[in-house]
């Protein structure tokens, strides 16, 4: 995927002056060999750090070689001054991560590193001087448990990397009566995130600049590979590659000095009167290619999405969650078959804006809803463009990163699964399935004001995502808690 962070990973050992430096020095080669042998590169400063003077030169050595997401590695107890001042230089994710005792044979009098100890006090220093850092559930560990800790740290620090340098572009306001998809976006300036806010007029002009555009074959080849049987409606491919020809254009002359891009844009009501088509199979195909494309001008569903595709590396999408699933299919297809109940159970929905790859045969089809407002009794033209199809079964992850109307940020994270049941319905769709999603819904989504949009990535990523909320800050980070966990609001005895 193109649009996101490619991290360069590196290690910097540290070491206190009344420990032995060779020791934090063999353990750090140890986790970067057990690291190589499992994941890949990883750069390992050569220059151990016991004081500030050689913090500045480990800086210099992973800022030339290109490191963008480092490991600071406690071999022993470690420099408190100096290995936080390195996290504090380093223009990056940092993560602090210690070494668990070695086998000691008959004495441990000099192989012992007391990293355990030395992590509490590098805590303590971090917050002190106001730094942030991503520290592992559990931060100890031998070089083959440090090695797996660095592995879960790359993704964190693509998304935590992706939203320092985002850009989400925006076209039209939200539409009436979407007062959900508006929230305030001090806190997107907060997190380091830069906005470009512009009216459909913009959008439509650009349109229509593009028009006669000599890549527009190209891109309608490529849409008739991707859609293959599911091309029903040939007709308004040109119209559509004319769009996705004109968003691409539009990020490469507004990126500026960002290096990556999400849209939140306008798809109703004119836009099916104005440009002749809906838009959502162009959003598809950008958020297939890393650049997600949010529905409604919802700014923060085009954040979650993008982080969500950071960590994942893969599609995702902006889903309503949208209805209950009827009685009868629980009964028929669900009940006696997975565990859940029919309350643990619901539809998302959207046009046709999920990436053809995360649907079951993917078709080019009409809004069906927007049909029946704008063209009934007659053949589909203006309302052509949707991507529909069951979304595919498996694991997923249901968030969303939210401001609240004062300007809060919160978040939510559950992580669950598509179900393998026919939706018999239209759209971008599928059977969601949450463990306690009853009781979620009803304490976290309805109790905390979340919009209907979430953000789907198709893997269990809650871990990762719940990392990078927790590095960016988020104070409140939702989650579907078990039974018997009870929410604040949650009456004891109903």
């Not at 009827?326 to 859940?340: A, N, R, S, T, V």
């Amino acid at each position: 995927m193109k649009n996101i962070p490619v991290i360069k990973i590196g290690i910097v050992a540290v070491s206190r002056d009344c420990f032995p430096m060779s020791l934090s020095e063999s353990r750090r080669k140890a986790c970067a060999e057990a690291y190589r042998a499992k994941y890949g590169e990883i750069f390992e400063a050569p220059t151990v750090v016991e004081n500030e003077l050689d913090m500045k030169k480990a800086l210099a050595e992973v800022n030339e070689a290109g490191v963008n997401a480092l490991v600071v590695y406690l071999g022993n107890f470690g420099p408190e001054t100096s290995e936080t001042l390195l996290a504090k230089y380093f223009d990056g994710p940092v993560m602090f991560v210690a070494a668990a005792e070695d086998e000691c044979g008959p004495s441990l009098c000099d192989s012992r590193g007391d990293a355990y100890c030395g992590m509490l006090n590098a805590s303590y220093n971090l917050a002190l001087r106001g730094i942030k850092a991503y520290i592992p559930e559990y931060p100890v560990g031998t070089a083959p448990e440090v090695a797996d800790m660095i592995a879960e740290f790359v993704p964190v620090a693509r998304g935590i990397i992706g939203l320092s340098k985002l850009k989400i572009i925006t076209f039209g306001p939200r539409p009436q009566d979407f007062l959900a998809c508006n929230a305030p976006i001090k806190q997107l300036y907060n997190l380091g995130v830069e906005i470009e806010e512009n009216s459909e007029l913009d959008l439509f002009e650009a349109y229509n600049k593009h028009a006669g555009d000599p890549r527009i074959a190209d891109v309608i080849k490529d849409m008739e590979a991707e859609l293959g049987e599911g091309n029903k409606m040939a007709g308004i491919l040109p119209k559509l590659a004319q769009y996705e020809l004109t968003l691409l254009d539009w990020c490469d002359a507004h990126k500026g000095e960002r290096e990556f891009v999400a849209f939140a844009n306008k798809c109703w009501p004119a836009f099916q009167t104005q440009f002749g088509f809906v838009p959502c199979y162009v959003n598809s195909r950008l958020t297939a290619q890393g650049i997600p494309v949010a529905c409604e001008v919802d700014i923060y569903g085009a954040l979650s999405e993008y982080m969500g595709a950071c960590v994942t590396e893969d599609a995702v999408t902006l889903l309503d969650i949208n209805n209950t699933v009827p009685g009868d299919i629980f009964k028929e297809e669900i009940d006696g078959k997975f565990p859940y109940t029919q309350k643990d159970t619901f539809m998302g929905f959207h046009c046709g804006n999920t990436a053809a790859c995360k649907v079951q045969k993917p078709t080019m089809k009409y809004q069906l809803i927007m049909h029946r407002g704008l063209e009934p009794d007659v053949e589909p033209d203006i309302t052509r463009g949707t991507l529909e199809g069951d979304i595919n079964p498996g694991e997923i992850t249901f968030f969303r990163l939210q401001s609240t109307a004062d300007a809060k940020l919160r978040a939510y994270v559950a992580e669950g699964e598509v179900l393998p049941v026919a939706t018999r319905s239209f759209g971008s769709i599928g059977i969601f399935a949450i463990k306690e999603m009853g009781r979620f819904y009803r304490h976290v989504l309805i109790n905390d004001n979340y919009p209907h949009h979430g953000a789907v990535a198709f893997a269990h990523a809650g871990k990762a995502i719940h990392s990078v909320l927790t590095y960016m800050g988020v104070e409140k980070i939702s989650f579907n808690q078990p039974a018997g966990m009870l929410y604040p609001t949650e009456n004891p005895f109903a």
